[in-house]
């Protein structure tokens, strides 16, 4: 992450504070080089053999993670260098998504809220007034369709001004999407949950509802594990709803046009709510009703298959699902209407 003591500081450009950063670990990997060194040839002298061993120690040896020559050791320097940055700008965009479900804080450090049970009251209780506060309802939705004043877009960019300086909020989104290749709108509905799942091993701990089980789906909402209740889906219910008849409207107005852009865009607004209404019937409405609860104990793996096809589908999750459905351990183990296999696709 972007670390103060590291040069990169509120108000600043996120820009100047990615090459302060790259800087600083360039720094830091040279004088951990040199220390390898000299102990190489501490132990080198010790046995008096220090006409006889190599003490020299290659920069890509050196093994932290934001060595770029150790990160990315067969790329060209301006390879590492765009690497170096996108990588930071992912992390910084997890972070934020952080933030908004109150994991993590801009007024203090270190975990806030990743313990069963914890509610705002707990965030509260250690921030009272927070510089940038978590989502009230831990459900925010990601849409291609720009529909809701508190989707994850809207969200980050609140983030950005708050961490950065609301000056620098238009310099920011440039740099992020420029890093990114594409709008910060397209990398949250495309990208954000795939490099979560991979940063989490495939144990995610925000969850990705979907009215499709592949990326496609149309209508998409984040919520964080560590804050689920049982009342969650039905929020979620809620937010779906809300986003069908927002986008019947839009495509009623787009109907009304002459031009065939905004026909073909209403066509598939009009797909997008006949995609909705099926994942309402017959998967949203039937989970929400059952008033699920989980238990953290029992894992990342065994809850998200009883989610069934709520969730985006994970293949490395899912092909665990006839292995856990024998398990007899969980406090909520796998049931018979948990134990569909699904066929979505990455």
């Known amino acids: 992450m972007l670390d103060p003591d590291q040069g990169a500081q509120a108000g600043d450009l996120l820009e100047e504070a990615v090459?302060?950063?790259?800087?600083?670990?360039?720094?830091?990997?040279?004088?951990?080089?040199?220390?390898?060194?000299?102990?190489?040839?501490?132990?080198a002298d010790a046995y008096d053999v220090r006409d006889d061993v190599p003490c020299d120690v290659l920069l890509e040896r050196v093994s932290l993670k934001r060595n770029v020559a150790f990160t990315y050791p067969k790329d060209t320097p301006e390879v590492r260098n765009e690497k170096f940055a996108q990588d930071v700008v992912k992390e910084l965009i997890s972070y934020a998504v952080g933030c908004m479900f109150g994991r993590y804080s801009l007024d203090k450090p270190g975990l806030i809220l990743a313990s069963r049970g914890e509610t705002l009251d707990d965030y509260h209780a250690q921030i009272p007034s927070p510089s940038f506060g978590p989502d009230a309802d831990n459900v925010i939705p990601v849409t291609e369709t720009d529909c809701f004043e508190d989707d994850i877009v809207t969200r980050f960019r609140r983030f950005l001004s708050v961490a950065f300086g609301k000056e620098n909020l238009a310099a920011n989104i440039a740099y992020i999407e420029q890093?990114?290749?594409?709008?910060?709108?397209?990398?949250?509905v495309n990208d954000f949950y795939n490099d979560h799942v991979k940063m989490y091993s495939n144990r995610p701990i925000y969850w990705q509802y979907s009215s499709q089980t592949n990326n496609k789906g149309s209508f998409k909402a984040l919520v964080y594990l560590h804050r689920y209740t049982p009342k969650t889906t039905n929020v979620v219910l809620n937010y779906l709803r809300d986003y069908a008849n927002k986008i019947a409207d839009i495509a009623d107005s787009l109907e009304r046009s002459d031009r065939?852009?905004?026909?073909?865009q209403a066509a598939k607004l009009r797909k997008a709510i006949l995609e909705c209404k099926d994942y309402e019937d017959q998967t949203l409405y039937p989970l929400a009703t059952r008033n699920l609860e989980i238990d953290l104990d029992d894992g990342v793996l065994v809850n998200y298959l009883r989610m069934g096809k709520a969730l985006r589908?994970?293949?490395?999750?899912?092909?665990?699902?006839?292995?856990?459905?024998?398990?007899?351990w969980p406090v909520h183990p796998l049931k018979e209407e948990d134990k569909e296999v699904r066929n979505g696709k990455e």
Do not use: C
Request: proline share 2%; aromatic share 8%.
């Open 19 to 43: 090459s302060h950063l790259r800087e600083y670990w360039d720094r830091v990997s040279e004088e951990q080089r040199q220390r390898e060194i000299r102990n190489n040839e501490m132990v």
């Open 179 to 188: 890093v990114l290749g594409k709008s910060i709108r397209k990398y949250f």
């Open 260 to 264: 065939t852009a905004d026909k073909k």
């Open 313 to 328: 589908s994970i293949p490395a999750i899912e092909k665990k699902r006839k292995e856990v459905s024998t398990w007899t």
